[in-house]
């Protein structure tokens, strides 16, 4: 947040002054620090279909942190929350949930795994209906469900991809509470990799994701380790590591207990060995879209003993439209962003210079997603980057590898505190939760797919863009 926005925030003049000009006063988003216990710490109302499939996986969760689980009491699924919970050996609490109740919930799970057509949409109405005023600010929504394209008819497959829109809608109208709300796909038989998903989802590291889809599927499953050091002992490669949102993924990880390789070009020598003398990374200096660039990337990888973490961060814009576009603009941009990133995993994946269970993850765009005027180079990169990862889930699952993309929609940096004040505040407020996001953000979520346990998420494309206006 600008300082100058901040300070009117902060002070209720400069908040009901904000207010009467038309600009939301957000709430401040709860992000995750060090010193929180546990992934989540709060109250948990949850509900299920008949026949729900992931309650239990659910319930043990929430065993593992601070959660103090309710359940509507006249629910006619009641007893089987009861069921899990004692076999979770999870004290549930029933609760009459009505209009005007008292009790304030910091997260309402719904598991909707066993819908079998749009008939069974009402008992989303009548678990939600009572209790979306009961939302606490930051609070959260996670609605789950199967895979609509593996459903077992069409009328399942509707109702399993009707999760989406209401989820999203709903993430609409709990945003100025700064709460959010996602929907999560797990596949049959992969229950038991729900773990990350579900904990990245609930906790304070997903403040800026919202009206977001997760799909988690069959792999080997990998038990969650230390919330606070996910990555200990693995090796992390940034590229763009010296400034801006590179920098905040190369600390996250560094936080989570990564060794780094930080990779950036040369005269940006000084910043990357300021950043990677700070949180005990190494440096590699070069261009990512010159020819020896993945031979050096692999050379490094394998004195560490190969990559577990491959994060394709560095990207650049050279923006002009298309009729007034130079060509090289429109190759080096493409180069950089799209190509650099294909020849590198290439090489590693030749070289076996990136582990078994290993990550890669590509930073894409929304501007990849929804199109932007001067941005026809970018736009087709960051889209290419996202063809790219839901091509090649398929290919490295066989190689136990995963790949993901996450794009960022307004995140605060140097160069957005650049761009004129009114355009920025409305770029930074066009979204469900009023606010820009912090290149942290995008780190948090490039750890949660970096974790081990995230063996079963691949093929996903998250944008973390607080659920922006724009765009698709
Ligand atoms: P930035 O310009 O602040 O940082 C990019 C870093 O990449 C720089 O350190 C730069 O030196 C390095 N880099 C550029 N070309 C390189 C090359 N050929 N080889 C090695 N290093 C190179 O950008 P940022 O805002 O931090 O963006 C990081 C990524 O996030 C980019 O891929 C960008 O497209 C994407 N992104 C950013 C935003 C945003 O709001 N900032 C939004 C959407 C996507």
Same mark, same amino acid.
């Given at each position: 947040?600008?300082?100058?926005?901040?300070?009117?925030?902060?002070?209720?003049?400069?908040?009901?002054?904000?207010?009467?000009?038309?600009?939301?006063?957000?709430?401040?988003?709860?992000?995750?620090?060090?010193?929180?216990?546990?992934?989540?710490?709060?109250?948990?109302?949850?509900?299920?279909?008949?026949?729900?499939?992931?309650?239990?996986?659910?319930?043990?969760?929430?065993?593992?942190?601070?959660?103090?689980?309710?359940?509507?009491?006249?629910?006619?699924?009641?007893? +089987?929350?009861?069921?899990?919970?004692?076999?979770?050996?999870?004290?549930?609490?029933?609760?009459?949930?009505?209009?005007?109740?008292?009790?304030?919930? /910091?997260?309402?799970?719904?598991?909707?795994?066993?819908?079998?057509?749009?008939?069974?949409?009402?008992?989303?109405?009548?678990?939600?209906?009572?209790?979306?005023?009961?939302?606490?600010?930051?609070?959260?929504?996670?609605?789950?469900?199967?895979?609509?394209?593996?459903?077992?008819?069409?009328?399942?497959?509707?109702?399993?991809?009707?999760?989406?829109?209401?989820?999203?809608?709903?993430?609409?109208?709990?945003?100025?509470?700064?709460?959010?709300?996602?929907?999560?796909?797990?596949?049959? +038989?992969?229950?038991?990799?729900? /773990?990350?998903?579900?904990?990245?989802?609930?906790?304070?590291?997903?403040?800026?994701?919202?009206?977001?889809?997760?799909?988690?599927?069959?792999?080997?499953?990998?038990?969650?380790?230390?919330?606070?050091?996910?990555?200990?002992?693995?090796?992390?490669?940034?590229? +763009?590591?010296?400034?801006?949102?590179?920098?905040?993924?190369?600390?996250?990880?560094?936080?989570?207990?990564?060794?780094?390789?930080?990779?950036?070009?040369?005269?940006?020598?000084?910043?990357?060995?300021?950043?990677?003398?700070?949180?005990?990374? /190494?440096?590699?200096?070069?261009?990512?879209?010159?020819?020896?660039?993945?031979?050096?990337?692999?050379?490094?990888?394998?004195?560490?003993?190969?990559? /577990?973490?491959?994060?394709?961060?560095?990207?650049?814009?050279?923006?002009?439209?298309?009729?007034?576009?130079?060509?090289? @603009? @429109?190759?080096?941009?493409?180069?950089?962003?799209?190509?650099?990133?294909?020849?590198?995993?290439?090489?590693?994946?030749?070289?076996?210079?990136?582990?078994?269970?290993?990550?890669?993850?590509?930073?894409?765009?929304?501007?990849?997603?929804?199109?932007?005027?001067?941005?026809?180079?970018?736009?087709?990169?960051?889209?290419?980057?996202?063809?790219?990862?839901?091509?090649?889930?398929?290919?490295?699952?066989?190689?136990?590898?995963?790949?993901?993309?996450?794009?960022?929609?307004?995140?605060?940096?140097?160069?957005?505190?650049?761009?004129?004040?009114?355009?920025?505040?409305?770029?930074?407020?066009?979204?469900?939760?009023?606010?820009?996001?912090?290149?942290?953000?995008?780190?948090?979520?490039?750890?949660?797919?970096?974790?081990?346990?995230?063996? +079963?998420?691949?093929?996903?494309?998250?944008?973390?863009?607080?659920?922006?206006?724009?765009?698709?």
């Amino acid at each position: 947040m600008s300082n100058f926005y901040e300070t009117m925030l902060n002070n209720n003049l400069g908040r009901s002054l904000l207010k009467n000009v038309g600009l939301p006063t957000p709430i401040e988003l709860k992000r995750y620090n060090t010193s929180q216990e546990t992934y989540f710490e709060g109250k948990v109302l949850i509900g299920s279909s008949e026949n729900a499939g992931l309650l239990d996986d659910v319930l043990r969760n929430l065993k593992d942190c601070k959660a103090t689980v309710y359940f509507p009491a006249a629910a006619r699924t009641a007893a +089987g929350i009861v069921a899990a919970a004692k076999k979770a050996g999870v004290k549930a609490i029933g609760i009459e949930c009505k209009k005007g109740m008292r009790e304030k919930f /910091d997260a309402l799970v719904f598991d909707a795994s066993g819908f079998e057509d749009g008939h069974d949409l009402n008992q989303l109405y009548y678990f939600f209906n009572p209790v979306m005023r009961q939302i606490n600010s930051n609070g959260r929504v996670i609605v789950l469900g199967r895979p609509h394209l593996k459903a077992k008819s069409g009328e399942q497959a509707a109702a399993m991809r009707a999760l989406e829109g209401f989820t999203r809608s709903v993430a609409k109208e709990i945003g100025k509470k700064s709460a959010t709300a996602q929907s999560i796909y797990v596949e049959e +038989g992969a229950d038991a990799n729900l /773990d990350s998903a579900f904990r990245f989802v609930i906790s304070a590291k997903s403040a800026y994701m919202d009206g977001q889809v997760l799909h988690v599927g069959k792999a080997d499953v990998v038990g969650y380790p230390d919330w606070h050091k996910p990555l200990a002992g693995k090796v992390a490669l940034v590229t +763009g590591a010296a400034r801006g949102i590179g920098e905040s993924i190369a600390r996250t990880l560094a936080r989570d207990g990564a060794k780094v390789i930080g990779l950036d070009i040369p005269p940006a020598e000084k910043d990357l060995s300021r950043v990677m003398a700070e949180i005990g990374g /190494d440096i590699l200096l070069g261009d990512i879209s010159s020819a020896e660039a993945p031979q050096m990337i692999s050379d490094k990888l394998k004195e560490l003993g190969g990559g /577990d973490l491959i994060v394709h961060n560095a990207g650049i814009t050279r923006d002009k439209t298309l009729a007034n576009m130079p060509e090289h @603009w @429109w190759d080096m941009t493409i180069n950089i962003n799209l190509c650099a990133e294909e020849n590198i995993n290439n090489a590693l994946l030749k070289d076996g210079t990136i582990n078994e269970g290993a990550s890669i993850v590509c930073v894409s765009s929304m501007n990849g997603i929804a199109g932007q005027l001067g941005q026809t180079n970018y736009a087709a990169s960051k889209a290419g980057v996202i063809g790219y990862v839901q091509y090649m889930a398929d290919e490295l699952a066989k190689k136990k590898i995963t790949i993901n993309a996450v794009a960022p929609g307004f995140i605060e940096t140097q160069m957005t505190d650049a761009i004129p004040f009114m355009t920025r505040e409305v770029g930074r407020r066009l979204n469900s939760l009023s606010q820009g996001g912090k290149p942290v953000d995008v780190a948090e979520t490039i750890a949660f797919f970096g974790n081990p346990a995230s063996s +079963g998420v691949s093929g996903n494309v998250v944008r973390i863009c607080g659920q922006s206006l724009v765009g698709a």
